[in-house]
């Protein structure tokens, strides 16, 4: 069996996985679902793909590219953050927003690493969102962004 026709058995799983945890969500495509999470002040949406190799899971955007670009404290912020965050990593898109990512090895993946991703990534939305935005609003205090 082709890595393709393992991981279109693997797309059809995932509402599934959704289910067991109780959660809601959409079907994009054949291989791409949505949910949505609300956090303590935001509610994010949260995808997952299934690629050829990899499972991704993503929110993109986390939050949107501020009016006159990213500052320094956030960009700083940000950058910080990366090296504390366990399997995610933040980054900023073509549209200059910014996301929150992790990729998994499509093979052999279970529905154990689908629960601690998609709940890691709703609590890593939840816990650096209110800090990027004190960042962003520093920085346009300081005139670097508005």
Known sequence: ?????????????????????????????????????????????????????????????????????????????????NHGINLFKLGIDRDEDLFLVAELPARGFIFRQFEECVSALAHYCNELYVPIMQAIQVDRLNGHAT
Not at 45 to 53: A, F, G
Not at 62 to 69: D, S, T, V
Request: with cysteine.
């Open 1 to 81: 069996m082709s890595a393709i026709q393992q991981n279109e058995g693997l797309a059809r799983e995932i509402p599934s996985y959704f289910e067991r945890m109780g959660w809601s969500f959409e079907e994009l495509a054949s291989d791409m679902f949505r949910t949505r999470v609300q956090g303590k002040t935001a509610t994010f949406t949260l995808l997952v793909k299934v690629t050829e190799h990899w499972i991704v899971f993503s929110c993109n955007p986390f939050i949107a590219k501020p009016h006159n670009g990213w500052g320094p404290t956030a960009m700083r912020f940000m950058a910080t953050s």
